[in-house]
C-alpha cells in the first residue's frame, strides 16, 4: 500500500482537513497497521464512493474496542483502488456536548433532502442515569468531512429514554431515504432490533417504535436498502451450531439478510452472503456505485490486526435475479496478493482437524488449531476446548488427519487456562497428555522429549521420526474435589524432519484411521 500525506481546504468556507492519499494493493484497504479501521458505512455522493468508518486503536493483547474517533475513505474508482483517507473527522465529545469521550462506534452518514449531511452516530450519554447509556446522535455538516456539529443539541433521538422507553443497547443506527422522502432508522444488538420513520427533518421520530421479528439469528450491524422495489435488511448474525448455516461458532458474526416489501417490514429470512471472517465481529453496509453493487465490511487481516484492531475491506456483491426477489449471491472475500509463505516444518496446515468432543461447544472453533495464528490474549474462537460448565470430559483428544501419509518427528502445542493446573474447574492445563500416531493401530510416538503442561509458551515435543497418516494429541484434565476443568488449545503445530512448502488441507475430510 502506497500513501503520500498532505492537507487542503476541501471548502474555502471549511477548516483544514488532514488527509492522505492511498493505493491499496487489494483488502484491507488500510493494510499496514499504521491505522485500523472498522463498521464501515458505504455511501455515495456524486462520483465519488464514501465510506465512513470508526478507529480502532486496541494496544495488542487488548480485548476492548477503543474507539475515539470517526475517519473517511474515499474513492471515484473501486478497481483501480486510489483512495483519499481522511483519519479523523469528528470525536464524540467535539460533536455532541451531551456525550462522553470514546465510543465512537458504527455511524452512518446519509445525504439529506436539503443538501446537507447527515451522520447517525451512536455515543454514550454523559450525565445519563440510564442503565446503558449509549444513545444515537445526529451531527450535519456541509461537506462529509465536516465541520459536524449536533443537529439535536437538546440530546439524543435515540435512548432509553426517548422517544420510548426500552432496555436495549442503543447502538449500529442504519438510515435510508425511501423513494417518497421518508427516512427510516433501524437500530438494535444482542438480538434486539427496532424500527421506525423519521420526520423529513431527519431528526425527528415518529409513530411508535416497532419490534423486529423474523430475521434469523439477527445479533446487530443491521443495514437498510432497496433495489427494484424491494427493501433489504443485511445484519451480523450469530445463529451457531455445527449445522448452521451462519457460524459454527457463537463468538463469529456471518453476514446475513432479509427482505420486505414495506420498509418496516415484515421480514423475511433469505440466507447468508458472508461467511465468517478473520474478526470475530462482522459489520457490514452496501451500496451501489456506478452500477456495480459493493459490500463494505471489516477483517482482522492489516498487518498487527486483531478482533479489536479491525481494517475495512470492500469486494463486489452479484445479485440473482431469476427469482423473486431477487437473491444477494454469497460474496467472495478477497485479499490483497499475498507473499509466498516460506517453508516451514509445521504441516498441521495440510491436515483436517477432528476432536472427540464433536460436535465441539459453540463459544470454540477446531478451525483455530491449524489456521497458523496465536494471538494475543485469545478470545474463545481462538481456540479448540472442551468446557461447557459441567461434567466436562476427562479424557478428550484433537487429531490431524491427512489425505496422504506424512513424515514427522515433531510437534508444538499451545494451552490456554483461566485456572491453574490441579483445578477442577473453569479451563486448566491439563495433568498429563501424550501422542499417539496410526500404524495399523494407535501406537504412542517413539522417544518423546516430554510433554509440557505450561500455558501460553510453546510445549514442543520431540520424537523419533514416524511416517503416518493420522496423529492425535490425547489429554488427561484436570481434576479436583470430584470435578474436571475444561481443556483448551490456541494451536498445535506439528513438525517434519526438514522444512517443506505449505499446502492447504482438503476440501472433503480425510478418512479416519480407526476409534
Known amino acids: 500500500m502506497r500513501r503520500s500525506i498532505l492537507a487542503l481546504a476541501l471548502l474555502s468556507t471549511t477548516p483544514l482537513a488532514a488527509q492522505e492519499t492511498i493505493h491499496s494493493n487489494g483488502n484491507p484497504i488500510l493494510a499496514d497497521g499504521r491505522s485500523y479501521s472498522t463498521d464501515p458505512a458505504p455511501v455515495v455522493i456524486g462520483d465519488t464512493l464514501w465510506i465512513l468508518a470508526g478507529r480502532d486503536e486496541a494496544p495488542p493483547g487488548v480485548n476492548d474496542f477503543i474507539m475515539n474517533e470517526w475517519q473517511l475513505l474515499a474513492t471515484k474508482d473501486p478497481v483501480k483502488s486510489d483512495w483519499t483517507h481522511y483519519p479523523a473527522i469528528a470525536r464524540p465529545e467535539s460533536v455532541f456536548k451531551w456525550a462522553e469521550p470514546g465510543h465512537a462506534y458504527a455511524g452512518q452518514i446519509v445525504p439529506g433532502p436539503d443538501g446537507k449531511f447527515y451522520m447517525y452516530a451512536p455515543v454514550s450519554e454523559a450525565k445519563s442515569d440510564a442503565p446503558d447509556r449509549f444513545a444515537i446522535g445526529v451531527a450535519v455538516a456541509d461537506t462529509p468531512v465536516g465541520p459536524w456539529r449536533d443537529a439535536h443539541p437538546s440530546g439524543p433521538i435515540i435512548s432509553q429514554r426517548v422517544p ?93 439478510y432479509g427482505t420486505a416489501n414495506s420498509p418496516l417490514g415484515p421480514w423475511t429470512y433469505r440466507g447468508v452472503i458472508l461467511k465468517p471472517v478473520s474478526s470475530t465481529t462482522s459489520h457490514s453496509g452496501a451500496v451501489e456505485f456506478k452500477g456495480q453493487w459493493y459490500l463494505a465490511y471489516h477483517t482482522a487481516d492489516a498487518v498487527g490486526g486483531g478482533h479489536f484492531r479491525r481494517s475495512v475491506a470492500l469486494d463486489r456483491i452479484e445479485w440473482d435475479d431469476s427469482v423473486t426477489p431477487a437473491r444477494i449471491r454469497p460474496v467472495v472475500p478477497t485479499r490483497s496478493p499475498q507473499p509466498t509463505p516460506a517453508p516451514t516444518r509445521n504441516v498441521a496446515g495440510s491436515a483436517t482437524a477432528f476432536a472427540s468432543n464433536t460436535p465441539v461447544p459453540v463459544q470454540y472453533w477446531i478451525k483455530a488449531l491449524n489456521d497458523g495464528i496465536r494471538r494475543e490474549g485469545p478470545l474463545p474462537p481462538d481456540m479448540w476446548g472442551t468446557w461447557r460448565g459441567a461434567d466436562n470430559p476427562a479424557h478428550p483428544w484433537i487429531e490431524y488427519r491427512w489425505a496422504k501419509p506424512v513424515t514427522l518427528n515433531g510437534s508444538r502445542i499451545w494451552f490456554w487456562g483461566d485456572h491453574p493446573a490441579g483445578a477442577g474447574e473453569g479451563v486448566a492445563p491439563p495433568a498429563r497428555w501424550r ?38 494429541a490425547t489429554f488427561d484434565a484436570s481434576q479436583a474435589g470430584g470435578t474436571t476443568a475444561g481443556v483448551a488449545v490456541t494451536e498445535w503445530e506439528v513438525l517434519a524432519p526438514t522444512p517443506q512448502r505449505p499446502t492447504a488441507a482438503p476440501v472433503a475430510a480425510s478418512e479416519p484411521c480407526g476409534s
Open 164 to 256: 420510548e422507553r426500552n432496555t436495549i443497547q442503543n447502538i449500529d443506527p442504519t438510515v435510508m431515504i425511501d423513494d417518497d422522502g421518508t427516512p427510516y432508522i433501524y437500530w438494535g444488538t444482542f438480538g434486539q432490533l427496532r424500527g421506525m420513520a423519521l420526520a423529513r427533518d431527519m431528526i425527528t421520530p415518529t409513530g411508535r417504535e416497532i419490534r423486529i421479528d423474523g430475521l434469523k439469528g439477527f445479533f446487530e450491524a443491521p443495514w437498510l436498502m432497496k433495489r427494484k422495489g424491494v427493501y433489504y435488511m443485511l445484519y451480523a448474525g450469530n445463529a451457531a451450531g455445527p449445522t448452521s448455516d451462519c457460524t459454527p461458532a457463537v463468538y463469529h458474526a456471518c453476514i446475513a
Open 435 to 472: 501422542i499417539d500416531y496410526w500404524d495399523g493401530s494407535w501406537k504412542p510416538v517413539p522417544q518423546p522429549s516430554g510433554y509440557g503442561t505450561a500455558v501460553d509458551a510453546a510445549q514442543e515435543t520431540r520424537f523419533a521420526a514416524i511416517t503416518t497418516r493420522c496423529l492425535r
